[in-house]
């Protein structure tokens, strides 16, 4: 049957898509041949996947929160099309800015590895692999692993963390540089957020100026940690969170800023937050928060 198909497409001059594909949607062209009975809202982001499911899991998430795609695209099972030869299309794309990747097999390494680097070397790259009888291999996984380091892409693990990079990548800033100062008004959400950063993590610990340390230490109560990660136990007032802000995004040993607030009965959080918004799309480098 798929051989019919190809040889009905060759005569035609089209492309085959599958089997067992959801499709193709193009939001800003108003198109949507998929599954999916909702049209997708127009983004910067792509979304290329290997599965009907989770274009679809993905798509009704995107529709909840009002993130938009650039395009979204499920080969399926690769009769035709691959997802190296959507790689090469997307990295040329005009609309698109940043790729989200979900592979369950790659149908030739090499091809895949050129159609990455290409991709990789102009447009953010994010990669969610699943596990093969291959894969279980820890030589196989250290050499795909390995692989996407060589060629630019961000490798993750997790089908959660596949939403969160597909909300970082619809920010047009995109962030430089890994190493992150914390604010927190208690220390153990500070000593949490260290144990997964370090040089072999994504990011890692910004070294403050010692003119950043004299400045918040003009800023805050005595006994306050000022010292890479910044702590107050006093209660936190908006103006304190935007002169602590201003130190620590002002030093350039800071390429972003994590702040971590934990309820407090003495704070007003509310009045903190609402400074936080304005205050964090105002700033040139990236301020997270977590509450």
């Known amino acids: 049957e798929l051989v019919c198909v190809r040889s009905w497409s060759q005569l ?6 599958g089997p067992r594909s959801f499709g193709v949607q193009r939001p800003h062209l108003h198109m949507n041949f998929s599954h999916h009975p909702q049209r997708a809202l127009p983004g910067r982001v792509a979304l290329v996947t290997q599965s009907r499911s989770i274009a679809a899991a993905v798509l009704d998430w995107a529709a909840d929160v009002s993130l938009g795609f650039s395009a979204v695209i499920s080969v399926g099972d690769e009769g035709a099309i691959d997802v190296a030869e959507v790689l090469d299309y997307l990295s040329m794309d005009p609309r698109t800015d940043s790729i989200a990747l979900y592979l369950e097999e790659t149908t030739s390494s090499r091809r895949f590895t050129s159609a990455a680097r290409a991709a990789a ?3 953010p790259l994010i990669v969610l692999k699943v596990a093969e009888p291959l894969d279980r291999d820890p030589v196989h996984l250290a050499g795909f692993n390995a692989l996407l380091q060589r060629v630019g892409a961000v490798r993750i693990r997790y089908f959660v963390q596949l939403f969160s990079a597909i909300k970082v990548l619809v920010h047009t ?3 430089r540089g890994k190493r992150i100062a914390l604010v927190s008004n208690g220390d153990g959400a500070a000593r949490l957020a260290l144990d997964v950063m370090g040089t ?5 610990r910004a070294e403050l100026a010692s003119a950043s340390k004299e400045r918040i230490a003009a800023l805050l109560e005595k006994g306050a940690q000022v010292d890479n990660p910044v702590v107050t136990y006093a209660p936190l007032t908006a103006q304190r969170m935007r002169g602590m802000l201003d130190v620590l995004v002002a030093d350039k040993s800071v390429d972003g800023v994590l702040v971590l607030l934990a309820p407090d009965p003495y704070t007003d959080l509310d009045a903190v937050a609402d400074r936080l918004g304005p205050l964090a799309t105002a700033m040139r480098k990236p301020v997270i928060s977590c509450f």
Not at 200 to 204: E, H, I, L, P, R
């Open 12 to 17: 035609n001059d089209c492309l085959v898509l």
């Open 121 to 123: 070397s102009v447009k």
């Open 173 to 175: 800033r995109r962030p």
């Open 200 to 204: 072999a993590s994504a990011v890692y």
